[in-house]
């Protein structure tokens, strides 16, 4: 049986002399399958990822939280551990995501009005929409939205 390529099949592979021989790896990656659309499912899972919206608090809810700010300010010596759901804004899309974080009160900045937490964490008390200490609720206080 005569092929078109019998002529030079069995010739011996000529290595060039002004390339440096190409180690497999690098052969074989130029065979890899290329992802030409990763970038665009990572937009769609962004276009699907849902945010909330921050929740504006009435009068009464208000006043409560306020009088938990002033129970843990007087309490702030004892770095009370104390759990906070506050409103986190999103970086890509409008409104967010609301978070719980329980851990010790270091301090209370005044001036900016940001809760510290011993272990880094920095709250702005304006995203703050509930703040809760144990099963009682802070100090005694309980309130549910």
């Not at 074989?28 to 990763?38: D, G, I």
């Not at 906070?84 to 001036?111: A, H, L, P, Q, R």
């Amino acid at each position: 049986m005569a092929g078109e390529y019998d002529d030079i099949i069995n010739l011996p592979y000529k290595k060039s002399t002004t390339r440096p021989h190409m180690k497999l790896i690098d052969r074989a990656a130029q065979f890899s399958p290329f992802a030409a659309l990763t970038t665009h499912s990572d937009a769609i899972k962004e276009t699907g990822r849902l945010t909330s919206e921050r929740i504006t608090l009435d009068e009464d809810s208000m006043q409560l939280l306020d009088s938990k700010f002033q129970m843990l300010l007087e309490n702030i010596s004892e770095h009370p551990v104390v759990t906070f759901t506050y409103f986190v804004k999103d970086n890509y899309k409008s409104g967010g995501e609301y978070v719980e974080v329980t851990g010790k009160v270091k301090k209370i900045d005044g001036i900016e009005p940001i809760i510290y937490l011993e272990d880094g964490t920095k709250i702005a008390m304006i995203d703050v929409v509930e703040i809760h200490q144990g099963d009682q609720g802070f100090l005694g206080i309980s309130t549910s939205y």
